[in-house]
């Protein structure tokens, strides 16, 4: 048993556990890269300008919108005034009768 205390042996057992946790921590080669604060509450000022950028972009949709409205109004009125100015009834239709009544009378007078 003179061979377990000389180290032979010893040299298959393991060390006795210390209690502490030993990490090796990497080598930094160079500066560490910057982290973002954690994200907190935003502030009055980033909500109001939050706010007004979302104000601005439906104003200039309500503004595009009403454009559209305005100009589908003048072409409506417009169609509406041509409809007016037709003729309507016999009146419609009077130049085509006259013509197809004098191609009849010369037809039959051969």
Do not use: F
């Amino acid at each position: 048993s003179s061979i377990d205390n000389q180290g032979t042996a010893g040299a298959t057992k393991q060390p006795a556990d210390t209690g502490k946790d030993v990490k090796e921590q990497p080598k930094e080669t160079g500066p560490r890269p910057l982290t973002p604060p954690p994200a907190g509450k935003p502030s009055g000022v980033v909500m109001a300008l939050a706010r007004l950028a979302d104000l601005e972009a439906q104003m200039e949709y309500a503004y595009v919108k009403h454009m559209q409205l305005v100009k589908r109004q003048r072409e409506l009125k417009l169609q509406a005034k041509v409809l007016e100015d037709l003729p309507v009834g016999l009146e419609a239709i009077q130049a085509e009768l006259n013509a197809l009544m004098s191609a009849d009378d010369g037809k039959s007078e051969p």
